[in-house]
C-alpha cells in the first residue's frame, strides 16, 4: 500500500489550503484514514479522521475550521483547512489504518505566516 500526500505550502494566516492524499489500493480496506500532523520539536498528533462508514473525528484545535472527506472512486482522502493560524504549521501526514497494520505516507509542509 502507498500513499502520496500532497497540497501543502506556505499560507498567510486566515488562508486555506487543502491537503489530498492518493492511496494505492481501495480506501475502503482501511478501518480508518486518518491526517496527522508533526510540528517541529512536538509529537505527531492526529488531526482529523474519518471512518469506512464516514464517520469523522478531529482534534478540538481544528474542529470547525478543518473538514475531512473522500472520494472513494479515486481513492482519495482530502483534508480542506480553512482560517489556518501559524500553530498549524506543522509537516502533515496521511495514514490508513488496518487491522493489524497501519500504513503511511511522506509528509507535507503546511507553513502558514502571520
Known amino acids: 500500500v502507498q500513499l502520496q500526500a500532497s497540497g501543502g505550502g506556505l499560507v498567510q494566516a486566515g488562508g486555506s489550503l487543502r491537503l489530498s492524499c492518493a492511496v494505492s489500493?481501495?480506501?475502503?480496506?482501511?478501518?480508518?484514514m486518518v491526517w496527522y500532523r508533526q510540528a517541529p520539536g512536538k509529537q505527531r498528533g492526529l488531526v482529523a479522521s474519518?471512518?469506512?462508514?464516514?464517520?469523522?473525528n478531529y482534534a478540538d484545535s481544528v474542529k470547525g475550521r478543518f473538514t475531512i472527506s473522500r472520494d472513494s472512486a479515486k481513492n482519495m482522502v482530502y483534508l480542506q483547512m480553512n482560517s489556518l493560524k501559524p500553530e498549524d504549521t506543522a509537516v502533515y501526514y496521511c495514514?490508513?489504518?488496518?487491522?493489524?497494520?497501519?500504513?503511511w505516507g511522506q509528509g507535507t509542509q503546511v507553513t502558514v505566516s502571520s
Open positions: 495514514a490508513a489504518h488496518g487491522a493489524l497494520h497501519n500504513y
Open positions: 489500493g481501495s480506501i475502503f480496506t482501511f478501518n480508518a
Open positions: 474519518i471512518t469506512s462508514d464516514g464517520s469523522t
